[in-house]
């Protein structure tokens, strides 16, 4: 039984940390322990405490015995540009290996539900070589993929549920964020979706005024992921 996920987006901005979480929200209220790492995040704003993502501090809140910021966000970056760009203005050097080590001590706590948040799609690049999806590859961790349902997803849901499989890697679940309701034929895209992608769906977030966790989390289930409470109180 798995109860650590790599969430991985079709494409920026496609709502993963809105869903990632919802996810762990609902998992909270189902008496779970939690725990999120974004490994690498740009577009940080600088205060006081140091560099902070939004996204990351969003994950912070939801982990539950808490975590620190540095552990959450091991890699953060003030541009908000692409993470291999941004790490090489920083002088920063940006592998898979120092990636691994950092999200480990986080996935050592065997939390009841962990999350590892991705950047952008599937094949964002750390450097020259490498790609981010080596970090999921490297840990066996199956994968949880938020699709932005605007025109074009299908497409890039079915390229990355492809590559995902081409990693060797399961693709445990989906969750469709809708992020364009006024999307032609919204139903029979969804509908599409789940004829052709080989996973459970765990959820349909509609595009809410407020997307907090807690909203969020009513729309999504984790039933499918096969978790179980009795494994829910281990912090490590």
Known sequence: MHRAFFIAGTDTD???TTVAAGLLHAARAQGMSTAAVKPVASGCERTEQGLRNSDALALLAEC???LDYATVNPFAFEPAIAPHIASREAGVELTAARLIDAVKPVLTRQAGFTLVEGAGGWRVPLNAREYLSALPAALGLPVILVVGVRLGCINHALLSAEAIARDGL??????ANIVDPATSRLE????TLAELLPAPCLGRVPR???ATARQVAQHLTLSPLRLTCADSH???
Do not use: I, T
Request: hydrophobic share 40%.
């Open 170 to 175: 399961m693709l445990a679940g989906w969750v």
């Open 234 to 236: 281990s912090d490590g």
């Open 208 to 210: 809410l005024a407020e």
């Open 14 to 16: 496609v709502g993963k």
């Open 188 to 191: 029979e895209n969804l509908s």
């Open 64 to 66: 539950s015995p808490s």
